[in-house]
Nanobody, 134 residues
Framework: EVRLVESGGDSVQAGGSLSLSCAVS????????MAWYRQAPGNEAELVSI???????YYADSVKGRFTISQDNVENTLSLQMTSLKPEGTAIYYC????????????????????????????WGQGTQVIVSS
């Protein structure tokens, strides 16, 4: 069974920092690409950052320079270090696993709600809440 379990969400003041983690288990394909998404109240989920199996990273413009994605292939964990947090960063943060082309569209085509989507080509965690107060 594929499981993605996020942790680290909390309430922080604007300008503060948080580190999120995602423990990954049960993936049946090697070297997955991984991603972080977030969904603010009333909004659709949006892609925050991707890290490819080759270490290549992508960041949404809204977080570039403030967030850092990393992956530990030994511990099978995905991390997101967030600094200079803004109130608009208040959201549920989800990790996702799949191939790069799936991760790029997963938020739009098959948002969080089901753990396994797109015929098993993508997977979601259950999310962790981040609240940033001004």
């Amino acid at each position: 069974e594929v499981r993605l379990v996020e942790s680290g969400g909390d309430s922080v003041q604007a300008g503060g920092s948080l580190s999120l983690s995602c423990a990954v288990s049960g993936l049946f394909f090697k070297d997955p690409d991984m991603a972080w998404y977030r969904q603010a109240p009333g909004n659709e989920a949006e892609l925050v950052s991707i890290i490819g199996s080759d270490g290549t990273t992508y960041y949404a413009d809204s977080v570039k320079g403030r967030f850092t994605i990393s992956q530990d292939n030994v511990e099978n964990t995905l991390s997101l270090q967030m600094t200079s947090l803004k109130p608009e960063g208040t959201a549920i943060y989800y990790c996702g696993a799949g191939r790069l082309q799936v991760l790029r569209v997963m938020a739009k085509w098959a948002g969080p709600g089901l753990p396994r989507v797109l015929g098993g080509r993508g997977y979601w965690g259950q999310g962790t809440q981040v609240i940033v107060s001004s």
